[in-house]
């Protein structure tokens, strides 16, 4: 690339010269003739009439770096002569305007000096014209007409004139051949003005030359290879630039110490220049050329000791000694802001190559020694990256924690915080992240920045711990505290995704809808779908289930959730009815092909097996069931489903001839969950021997069994539990009094004989409900209470919800009554059971209706009327949603669903009377006095001879609407 000739900047070396800029041997002239001015006044006028002892002074002037003054003596030298200069002296005298330039360089007034050289070189020239027109050799020729032209080129480089600076430097070489100037040092700078025109292949071989040359000095071959480093390295592939470090790195590595302590900056700057670029392994190649300047911290540390035992004899050797001190103590910090910088920039480079150890100690040690560097905020960042990358869960919580102290007004605030939880998260540490941003968002107010992705990291952590109700809390609250949140998308996803796992399936699939429009392109988009999917199947609807499996299917063929697709395909295929077995079966067959041998699908498999072993055995296939069982038993006994197939299975075996095994199979597991409580593993395998025994043995022999089933010793209190409430359900369902009276007795004794933490969960629901029989509503609150408080996963949690919220409902306290429509709602929407569901819309419904809450009780009705099975209070939720409609003000809604009521269930009188009785009044209350008197009039021709309190209402009404009319006529 070729770089422009005005913006080049002018880099200056460690001993104050201009880096890049080789200064020529300055070659004496010896002696100039004497002059005939007279007259001399003033003592610059005596050194100036004396131009060889001038000469001499600015030569040491020179030598000191005494620019100005030396300036000031060659501007008198040649004010003092001036035109006759030539004349007087000849072009020797040119000399002085080449020592006036190499003074105007020295003060860094570059376009003067070449003004200076180009006299030198252009009026000065050695071939002369006497008074005869004849061309004649002076006495004393001006010999540095070449290095002014050489010096100029110096100084256009300084300048960024690169391309003007190479044909001067090409001229000067190209004169060097009768002068004593020195070549390779032209070359150096011709070399470096190549590379910074862009001639990167020229100046490369020029400079190549300097460094393989036999004659070179090792002074200049490192100033070739510095050159190299500086102004050709960057512009090449670092593969070429490993050779030339690999060849002549040894250079500048076994220089004296002071040197490559003065290099030390160009290669942090080499280093840093890489990093920015995103080179590490340029960078840390580059770091490795510096001289640790730790050794200059002890050198220096070293040079104050030692100033400090020194004992001043007088008052200025006192104050020379402090000075001395003062600057031994800069050079300590410095030298030590100089570490902080290496290791800033080695650790910069280990993170980008992702070798985090490295990276660690590097920013540790910055952390840990030098707390006022001006980079720390920086590397206490990087140090907490580090940590996160590594695992160090504790050293990031502690770094981070030091940021935030630190600097909380810091702009990398946030991105801290963040750090510090959403990578742990990231990382699927799911408790470490948790319990980290628990502490780091404490630290910020509620909707500030700073918090937002920590309150996003604990709503989410929650979420995958699976404590799904703190994750429901917590992803609301952070969708209500931010207006425009940082993870949005993720948080819209988890907060529908968390309502499917509390089984709120109305609310679950509205959020996943929404959030799959919203984000077409979305990672999730597949999850969501299936989720979706999931909701619509449980709420009823079969067809938009299948619609979004048919999607899942046909958008996302490689999706995780696929497998698992195809067994919901399955089960939505069941719920629809009519549905051939073969294409039933397929689905599960094809969830199983895509499952088998895949860890993470290990349970989805299982799932497979399951349904289909239930498929075959509700169908009469026993031989395909038990051959389906034999294959779940050789690889996925040990899954989750393990139960479900077992009981699945347990008739199949039976018709094929394998009942003892089936019983002892079952009876089996029973001992091995015999002492389990919480699980509800032992709940269902009981539930699945006592189906077994009904299925096959009379009632008597059930009951035998039950008494002599094989308890072990000690006996178990659960399956005690069990085996009790199995014997009372027995007798409970026979007619004679004496084995009711038994069941009674045994109810006292499970009362008082087992502990209630120690007894199942449907033992203790049916306890409750038989505590509530018997007039202790309070025993029963308190077993139902206990249920949902210790138990919130338990296996009958539905039947404990909507047991209680019947009991509550029958108070008259409001809290209690506001309670139970909530547990309605979760059995509503969390319950598998059919009867539940509707027992509980049936029983919310009815409590709102009491509370006059008509609008929320319009939702309830219309849901209960949306189950087309639901018969058992169709009458009643069909009034009920017509007087809803009658009470928010549409009562020409509510007539069509009053006349359809006593239209369709007569019979029903509670509803059926009432529909007329509320049409009537409707019909009178729109001054329709004739229409309501009919109503009425078909509702005592229909019903009138049945006696009920709404048909005498009805007749005492039309006497009077009857009386009135006549009246009015």
Known sequence: MKRTTNNAPVTRSPRGGVFGVIGLIVVMLLALPGGGRAQIGNPQEQIAANPAGAYNLILMALSRQEYQKGLEIVDEVIRYWGPKAKEQFGPGFGHFYYLRGLLQMGLGRYPEAMGSFRTCREEFTNDLINVEGVRERPKLANRFRTHALAQEGACLMILGDYASAVEKLKGALAEAGDTQIRTDVIGLNLGRSYLRNGDLEQGRELLQKALDSQSLGLDLKRRAFMILAEDWSREVPFEEVQSLLWNYGHLVKEDIRAHRWERNPIFAFLGRNALEHQEPLRALTWYGFLLNPQELVAHRQGVLDQLNRESPRTPEDAASLEARKQEAATGIVEAESMVAAMLLGVGSGHYQLKNFSGAFAAFRQIADFYPEHRNRPDALYNLVASAVQLGLWPEARQYGRVFLDEYPEHPLVSEVARLMVESIYLLQEWQEAYTTAIEVRERFKIGEAARDVPDFVVAASLYHLDRFPEAEIEIEAYLKNYAEPRRLELATYYHGSTKVKLFQWQSGVGILESFMERWPRSDLHSSALYQAALCRFVLGEPDDALAKLDRLQAEFPNASEIPASWNLRGDVLVSKGGIPIGAIEAAYLEGRRLSEGIPMHFETAAYSFWKLVLLCAENQNHEDAVAYYDEFKK????????????????????????????????????????????????SELFGSYLNFLDSHYPPDDVLAKIRTFPVPEPAPEPLTAWLRIAEIEKLEAREDPAQQEKAQQLFRRLATDLPMERMPDYPLIKLARWSHEQGDASRARAIYEYLLEQRPKGPHLDMARYDLASLLADSENSEDQDRAVNLYQQVRDESETPTLQEGAILGGGQLLMRQEKYGQAQTWWRDYLGHGNWLNARPEANFNYGRCLEETGSPKEALKIYTSVYALFPGHLDWSTQAYLRTAEILKKDKRDGDALLVLVDMLKRLGHLDHANIRKGRDLFAAWKEEWIRNQ
């Open 635 to 682: 690889g996925y006994a040990k899954s989750g489903h393990e139960l479900d197939v077992i009981a699945a299975a347990l008739h199949s075996l039976v018709k094929v001839g394998r009942s003892r095994e089936a019983e002892e199979t079952v009876r089996n597991q029973i001992f091995k969950f015999a002492d389990d409580v919480d699980s509800g593993n032992l």
